[in-house]
Each structure stands twice: as C-alpha cells, then as structure tokens.
C-alpha cells in the first residue's frame, strides 16, 4: 500500500478516536445526575417521615390533654351532684359525665391509633435513612470511578494527539490541505473502497477506478465525493474456496 495512503487512514482512525473520547469526557459528569437527582429524593423522603412523626406527637399531646380535661370536667360535674337541689339537674349533670366518658374512651381509641402510626413511623425513617446513606456511599464510589475514568481519558487523549502530530507532520503539504478540506466539508476524508463501492458516498466506482484502488499504489479519491480511497473487503465465504 501507499506509504501516504497509510497514514492518511491511520490519521482518520486517531482522529475519529480524539473525537470519541472528547465526548465520551464530556458525558462523565451526566452519569452521576441520575444518582444526585435519586439522593436528593431519598433525603427529602426521610425529611418528610421525620415530620410526620413530629406531627404524629404533636397530635398525641393534644389528645392527652384533652382526657387531662375531660377528666377535670368528670370531678367537677361529681362534686356538684351533691349540691344539686332537683331531680332533673342532677340527671343532667349525670349525662353530662356520661358523655366526658365517651369521649374519654373514643379519645383513647384515638392515642393507640397514633401510637401504632408511630411504630411504623420508625420503621419508614430507617428505612428512609439506610436509603440515604446507601446512595451517599454509591454516588462517592461513582464519583472516584469517574475521576478514575477522567485521567484515563485524559492519558489517551494525550497519546493520540502525540500520534496525530507526529502522523500529520509525516504528511506533504498538499496532502495536509486536502485531508483537511474534505474533513471539513465531507466529515470524513478517507474511505473504504468495496463491492465497486465508495463507502463515503456509497457510489458505484467505474470499475478501471476500483482497481487503482485495489491495488493502493496511488492516491485515488473518489470522482463523486471526492475522498481518499483504500480498498478493504470483507472476504465472502466464496473467495475462500
Ligand atoms: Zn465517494
């Protein structure tokens, strides 16, 4: 093969390569949004199971002091009894103990229901809690991989910038502006050449043009797109026999 024709497909492999890595580099930092975003969740749960049982003890104060009330209003309406004159104010004031006791015992339903809602106000807050410190611990493994992964990249990125220059500068000047101009405009300067077939614009070659470049002992570019051919085939399982 051409000793240029060479280059020039090794320089498009490094440079397609600079390329990858670049972005891969720039995607580093998104890996770790899902897990920020997932931490961010996490904390907020165990926020809000922590006020829920804040709120669930506020409740319970007041209901106990409301039964301290109630049962205030039991010895109060007890000690009148003896003082009432008729028989109908003390059947009211009787009632009236009668309804404190109700309430006193629905108020009382009410605590073993917020106690029991506390309980399990534990358990979410564990539970909260463990899947807070999980994610903490994940998104810190996270962060040193991508760190790993940035200095990798960096190093690679650094060997191929070293191989492109020292590739370019193998290159004459006339190569170097056509390599660069159908990199500009065509995305791609060098392409593979197979089946007849440019593999940049995927355009029949005239067959006298495809043997040129089968051989590869000249610099061809392709009469339609203009890039750099290099014949590489598959071989079929036919060509083998
Ligand atoms: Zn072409």
New binding site residues.
């Given amino acids: 093969m051409h000793k240029d024709l060479e280059i020039l497909i090794k320089l498009q492999s490094v440079d397609s390569f600079i390329v990858e890595r670049k972005r891969d580099q720039r995607e580093i930092p998104e890996r770790l949004d899902g897990l920020k975003r997932e931490l961010e969740k996490a904390k907020k749960e165990f926020e809000k199971a922590k006020n829920t049982k804040k709120e669930i003890a506020l409740q319970r104060r007041s209901k106990e002091k409301l039964l301290d009330e109630l049962a205030e209003k039991i010895a109060d309406r007890k000690a009148r009894l003896f003082k009432v004159k008729t028989n109908e104010e003390y059947a009211a004031l009787l009632r009236e103990i009668e309804s404190f006791k109700e309430e006193i015992s629905n108020t009382e339903d009410e605590i073993i229901i917020l106690l029991d809602k506390d309980e399990e106000m534990d358990k979410v807050i564990e539970e909260a809690e463990k899947r807070v410190k999980e994610l903490e611990a994940l998104l810190k493994q996270e962060e040193a991989k991508c760190r790993e992964l940035t200095e990798k990249i960096d190093k690679e990125l650094e060997e191929a910038l070293k191989e492109k220059e020292r590739l370019w500068e193998s290159l004459d000047s006339r190569l170097k502006r056509l390599y660069e101009k159908l990199k500009a405009t065509k995305g791609s300067a060098v ?1 593979r050449a197979a089946n007849q077939t ?1 593999h ?2 995927f ?1 029949e070659l005239p067959p006298q043009l495809f043997l040129e470049v089968k051989k590869g002992e000249t610099i061809t570019q ?1 009469p ?4 750099i051919l290099y014949y590489w085939e598959e071989k079929s399982s036919t060509d083998e026999g």
């Fill in positions: 392409a440019c940049g614009c355009t392709c339609f797109c203009g890039r």
